[in-house]
């Protein structure tokens, strides 16, 4: 973390510190207008904020006014965060979970927790600066790929619409303008971007993206009555299967996650455990 979290602050202000500093420096601009509506405060307060932070952190940010917002100043050194892309990746997948931060946050005493992580493929922190920005801002990406299909990088443009996290790494969803379609790239597989501007409107929607699929998991048919219990209490089935709604662009992903698609009929039951009901009504969105 940063080295700046003296006593004097109130760990209200050092929130929205925070907060400014994140903002700024993955999005790259911020104004008093972020501030006040997400913590509700006044113009003046806001005002103020800012001000603090530029006394704490000189040279972090500028006044733009042509942009009439504050923006990163390249000699930016974090003073109250990592600036990790780790970090961001964390804060965006709590975001995702109903904001579980802000409980964390707020509740003290809690018991000992050891968590068991997969390797972390590795991201630069530019490159998802400029995604982060990007899908923020509707930009286009010049951007250098590197596929396991391709012996060498390839210059490619996209229009990037969502960062997705599918369990163990993360991909950004994407018009693909050199390809004319929608792609998914690994964001650690993401060399170099370059913004070249406001991107146009894509010729057509993502409709992968936008259709929604029905998944029906239930326990191995091999287990016995006892053991099919006890599987269903694990994942709150009822009536024998639980049923959750995925999108067709991730539908794959999730069912890697859960180890199941694929075979899973065919495994040893108490390896397995539980098998997907419903292939043959989503079979023609599974790409594995």
Same mark, same amino acid.
């Given at each position: 973390? #940063?080295?700046?979290?003296?006593?004097?602050?109130?760990?209200?202000?050092?929130?929205?510190?925070?907060?400014?500093?994140?903002?700024?420096?993955?999005?790259?601009?911020? +104004?008093?207008? =972020?501030?006040?509506?997400?913590? #509700?405060?006044?113009?003046?307060?806001?005002?103020?904020?800012?001000?603090?932070?530029?006394?704490?952190?000189? #040279?972090?940010?500028?006044?733009?006014?042509?942009? %009439?917002?504050? $923006?990163?100043?390249?000699?930016?050194?974090?003073?109250?965060?990592?600036?990790?892309?780790?970090?961001?990746?964390?804060?965006? !997948?709590?975001?995702?979970?109903?904001?579980?931060?802000?409980?964390?946050?707020? $509740?003290?005493?809690?018991?000992?927790?050891?968590?068991?992580?997969?390797?972390?493929?590795?991201?630069?922190?530019?490159?998802?600066?400029?995604?982060?920005?990007?899908?923020?801002?509707?930009?286009?990406?010049?951007?250098?790929?590197?596929?396991?299909? +391709?012996?060498?990088? %390839?210059?490619?443009?996209?229009?990037?619409? =969502?960062?997705?996290?599918?369990?163990?790494?993360?991909?950004?969803?994407?018009?693909?303008?050199?390809?004319?379609?929608?792609?998914?790239? $690994?964001?650690?597989?993401?060399?170099?971007?370059?913004?070249?501007? !406001?991107?146009?409107?894509?010729?057509?929607?993502? =409709?992968?993206?936008?259709?929604?699929?029905?998944?029906?998991?239930?326990?191995?048919?091999?287990?016995?009555?006892?053991? !099919? +219990? $006890?599987?269903?209490?694990?994942? #709150?089935?009822? &009536?024998?299967?639980?049923?959750?709604?995925?999108?067709?662009?991730?539908?794959?992903?999730?069912?890697?996650?859960?180890?199941?698609? !694929? &075979? &899973?009929?065919?495994?040893?039951?108490?390896?397995?455990?539980?098998?997907?009901?419903?292939?043959?009504?989503?079979? &023609?969105?599974?790409?594995?």
């Amino acid at each position: 973390m #940063g080295n700046l979290l003296q006593p004097n602050l109130k760990w209200e202000q050092r929130h929205r510190l925070t907060l400014l500093e994140a903002t700024v420096f993955w999005s790259g601009e911020i +104004s008093t207008g =972020t501030l006040i509506n997400y913590f #509700g405060i006044s113009r003046v307060q806001a005002s103020k904020d800012l001000t603090l932070y530029q006394s704490l952190c000189p #040279g972090n940010i500028r006044y733009d006014k042509y942009l %009439k917002r504050y $923006v990163v100043d390249d000699s930016f050194k974090p003073g109250f965060m990592d600036g990790t892309t780790g970090e961001l990746l964390q804060v965006l !997948k709590l975001q995702q979970q109903n904001g579980y931060e802000t409980l964390i946050a707020l $509740v003290g005493n809690l018991p000992t927790v050891e968590i068991v992580n997969p390797l972390a493929r590795q991201i630069d922190a530019r490159v998802l600066r400029g995604i982060v920005q990007a899908v923020r801002f509707k930009f286009e990406l010049e951007i250098s790929y590197q596929s396991l299909s +391709s012996p060498e990088p %390839k210059t490619l443009q996209i229009n990037p619409h =969502t960062l997705v996290f599918d369990g163990l790494r993360w991909h950004v969803r994407s018009f693909s303008v050199t390809h004319n379609d929608y792609r998914d790239f $690994v964001l650690a597989r993401i060399h170099r971007v370059s913004i070249l501007g !406001k991107a146009d409107e894509p010729p057509f929607t993502d =409709t992968l993206w936008n259709k929604w699929l029905t998944v029906e998991i239930g326990p191995h048919p091999g287990l016995n009555d006892a053991q !099919k +219990s $006890v599987i269903e209490r694990d994942f #709150g089935m009822v &009536d024998g299967k639980c049923v959750t709604q995925i999108r067709a662009a991730l539908l794959s992903y999730f069912l890697l996650s859960m180890r199941i698609g !694929k &075979d &899973d009929l065919h495994r040893e039951a108490m390896e397995q455990q539980i098998v997907l009901l419903n292939r043959d009504e989503i079979k &023609d969105f599974i790409f594995f």
